[in-house]
């Protein structure tokens, strides 16, 4: 819902994650909710461009390809990594985000470790179907271990009002 503060925990919650020296990367599924962000698609971020390549061709070319190291560099040297607008993510590109990340690090950790943080209201927008890469387009929310890789949920719900470009929360 428009209002409940999201860009500024998201902002504030990257704040002081850079203030106590984390890697941080603010990311979206869109380029307008990048922008936003003064972020990147996640798709950039993470190398997966649309989808088009199997995981283990990706990950080759992450981890050998010379001409795009900073996508290595990146899924390297990242803390923590938000992504926005989940819901139009596709399933199949999440777990290929999970995939790549988990692989380029050699970690057997979810994500290789790094702490994701979502965001966006998963019934809002719908992921576009791609039948020309075999991407139905499914929804996160309805993937069965969706509560494992994303643990922790937390919902707002009220609208706060904004003044004078401050936004008024009280934290109880």
Do not use: C, W
């Not at 971020?45 to 981890?63: A, C, V």
């Not at 075999?134 to 949920?153: M, Q, V």
Request: proline letters at 2%; a positive charge.
């Amino acid at each position: 819902q428009a209002g409940t503060g999201k860009s500024f925990l998201v902002n504030n919650h990257s704040k002081r994650l850079k203030e106590i020296g984390k890697s941080v990367y603010l990311t979206a599924s869109t380029g307008i909710a990048a922008a936003q962000l003064h972020g990147m698609t996640i798709h950039k971020f993470s190398g997966i461009q649309d989808g088009r390549l199997p995981d283990n061709i990706l990950i080759e070319k992450i981890k050998n390809n010379e001409d795009i190291v900073d996508i290595k560099r990146r899924i390297m040297n990242v803390d923590t990594l938000f992504i926005d607008e989940m819901s139009m993510l596709s399933l199949k590109l999440f777990l290929q985000i999970e995939k790549v990340l988990r692989t380029v690090k050699e970690s057997n950790f979810t994500f290789g470790g790094i702490q994701i943080i979502v965001s966006g209201d998963f019934f809002e927008l719908k992921p576009v179907p791609n039948h020309v890469y075999h991407d139905r387009r499914e929804l996160i929310i309805r993937y069965e271990k969706i509560h494992s890789l994303i643990p922790h949920h937390y919902v707002l719900s009220q609208v706060h009002k904004q003044t004078e470009g401050n936004l008024n929360i009280l934290f109880k």
